[in-house]
């Protein structure tokens, strides 16, 4: 398994857990899922059990972010790249 995408509603906010390995082919099937949702719920994505991401996850993860989508229990490496990349713009 090198990702896992799991989809939960809790009534306030549609929740993405994800899990494995994020590179370029989970996050365009993320990105599907998302679009479709975008305007209907308040989406969350939660990171806790994301175990490594490439560039091409964490440029998505920081795009998605700036756009409102809330990322929960953010690995700190993720995080940290997530800033060096936003101040690198």
Do not use: H
Request: with cysteine; glycine share 4%; net charge negative.
């Amino acid at each position: 398994m090198t990702y896992k995408i799991q989809t939960l509603n809790n009534g306030r906010s549609l929740i993405f857990r994800l899990s494995g390995q994020l590179n370029t082919e989970s996050v365009e099937e993320l990105a599907g899922l998302l679009d479709v949702e975008e305007n209907q719920n308040r989406i969350v994505l939660d990171l806790k059990e994301v175990t490594l991401a490439d560039r091409d996850a964490v440029r998505f993860l920081s795009r998605y972010e700036a756009q409102g989508v809330k990322l929960e229990y953010c690995p700190i490496y993720i995080r940290e790249w997530i800033f060096r990349e936003t101040a690198s713009m």
